[in-house]
């Protein structure tokens, strides 16, 4: 059956324009940050220009912004490799075996993705002081690690899940303990889910702002608390918080491309089933 001309026209017209309307805010920051101030302020807007990387090394020649992306990269990467520690067992766990209250520890890491931030903002700002944990790497990572560890059971548990259990039965057979099959067999199998699991962790770890704004002072400060910490009541300088936030983006799409073979694997499987 031939496709209308006009039909494939459509979708070619709106696919462009939704990738358009998706990339121009990262376009709009990137050129931002390449610009001079009097073509930040230029009305009407400005696009050609002469770029310029005074405001990177306006950041950059800051300790502050640089300590905060060095903190940045310690939480995010900690939390993601913590979350894939104790996730992925969890996940083979619950994907592999039956025991008591499974539905109810399901539910569980489930709904902790139901309660909004702001909800545990004062109770964990409370129990942080109380423990003395305040302006530090690990206060940060324990409640990333709380709401990135559903995630991984979640995603884990499907690709486990989706596994032949022929394969599990027949390294029994020959003798293979559980760890060695959730080793050598689960893991390298459910890799596009490890992949996606690991690109969600590390974004949310590293885009956090609410719980990093309210334990962190200076120490522990994180790259968005800096870029909003720009503001003031004199002055926006824009400049700088878009080459911040440029900054901030790169490590996130550097990321998900060196995992994206991975990524789009671990999103499209069961969607052909």
Request: net charge positive.
């Amino acid at each position: 059956m031939k496709t209308n001309p006009l039909l494939r026209l459509g979708h070619l017209v709106g696919l462009i324009l939704i990738i358009v309307f998706m990339l121009f805010p990262f376009y709009w920051m990137l050129a931002s940050s390449l610009k001079s101030q009097a073509d930040l302020l230029a009305s009407p807007p400005v696009f050609i220009f002469k770029p310029t990387l005074e405001h990177y090394a306006e950041i950059f020649a800051d300790e502050k912004v640089t300590l905060a992306i060095l903190n940045s990269f310690i939480v995010a990467i900690s939390t993601t490799a913590l979350a894939l520690l104790l996730g992925a067992p969890a996940a083979y766990a619950l994907a592999r075996f039956d025991f008591r209250g499974k539905k109810d520890i399901w539910f569980w890491f489930i709904s902790n993705r139901m309660i909004s931030p702001i909800v545990l903002a004062l109770p964990v700002y409370l129990l942080a002081r109380n423990l003395n944990m305040l302006d530090s790497h690990i206060v940060l990572i324990l409640i990333y690690l709380t709401f990135n560890l559903p995630i991984v059971v979640w995603l884990c548990t499907d690709q486990f899940a989706g596994i032949p259990g022929e394969l599990e039965q027949a390294a029994r057979v020959d003798g293979a303990g559980t760890f060695t099959i959730f080793a050598r067999i689960y893991l390298p199998l459910a890799l596009p889910g490890l992949a996606v699991s690991a690109i969600f962790s590390f974004i949310f770890s590293w885009n956090e702002l609410l719980y990093a704004l309210i334990l962190t002072r200076r120490a522990a400060q994180t790259a968005p608390v800096i870029a909003t910490s720009f503001m003031s009541g004199y002055e926006l300088p824009w400049g700088k918080i878009m080459a911040t936030g440029s900054v901030i983006v790169l490590p996130v799409t550097i990321f998900a491309l060196l995992v994206s073979r991975h990524m789009i694997r671990g999103l499209t499987m069961g969607a052909t089933k």
